[in-house]
C-alpha cells in the first residue's frame, strides 16, 4: 500500500472553502438594506396607523413578524430550506407588505418606489444565487 494521500478535488471558483462564507457583494448590501428598510417600514405603519395601546402592539408586532418569517425562509441561515420559488415569494410578501404600510400611510409615491427598488434587489440577488 502506498502512502501517498488521495488528491483533494480542486475547489470551483463560485463555492468557497467548507466554513467559509462568499465574500457579500454590492448586491448583498443592497438587498440587506432594502430589507432593513421594509421591517422599519412596517414599525413605522405600525405605529402611526392605530390608536394608543394597539400602536405599540402592531408597531412592534408587525416587523417582528416579518424578521420571524425571514428569519424561518429567506435568510442565509434559513430554519426551513425551501424551494428558492418559495424564498422568492416569501421575499415578496415581505415586499408587498411594506409597500402597502406606506400606501395606506397616505404616501403611494414612497410605496412605489419601494417596490420597484425592492423587486430590482431581488431579482438581482435571485439570479446571483442561480449563477
Do not use: K, Q
Given at each position: 500500500m502506498?502512502?501517498s ?8 471558483a463560485?463555492?468557497p472553502?467548507p466554513?467559509m462564507?462568499?465574500?457579500l457583494s454590492?448586491?448583498?448590501?443592497f438587498a440587506f438594506v432594502?430589507?432593513?428598510f ?6 413605522i405603519?405600525g ?8 400602536n ?11 424578521i420571524?418569517v ?6 442565509p ?7 428558492p420559488?418559495?424564498?422568492?415569494l ?7 407588505s ?5 400606501w395606506?400611510?397616505?404616501?403611494a409615491?414612497?410605496?412605489?418606489g419601494?417596490g ?5 434587489a431581488?431579482?438581482?440577488a435571485g ?5
Amino acid at each position: 500500500m502506498p502512502d501517498s494521500v488521495a488528491p483533494e478535488p480542486a475547489a470551483s471558483a463560485s463555492s468557497p472553502a467548507p466554513g467559509m462564507r462568499a465574500p457579500l457583494s454590492g448586491v448583498d448590501i443592497f438587498a440587506f438594506v432594502c430589507e432593513l428598510f421594509a421591517f422599519v417600514s412596517l414599525a413605522i405603519w405600525g405605529f402611526a396607523s392605530w390608536p394608543f395601546p394597539w400602536n405599540v402592539v402592531a408597531g412592534i408586532g408587525a416587523p417582528v413578524l416579518a424578521i420571524l418569517v425571514w428569519a424561518l425562509f429567506v435568510s442565509p441561515r434559513a430554519v426551513f430550506a425551501v424551494h428558492p420559488f418559495i424564498r422568492a415569494l416569501v421575499e415578496i410578501l415581505v415586499y408587498v407588505s411594506a409597500t402597502i404600510a406606506w400606501w395606506s400611510l397616505g404616501y403611494a409615491w414612497i410605496g412605489l418606489g419601494f417596490g420597484v427598488i425592492a423587486v430590482t434587489a431581488g431579482v438581482l440577488a435571485g439570479r446571483r444565487r442561480f449563477a
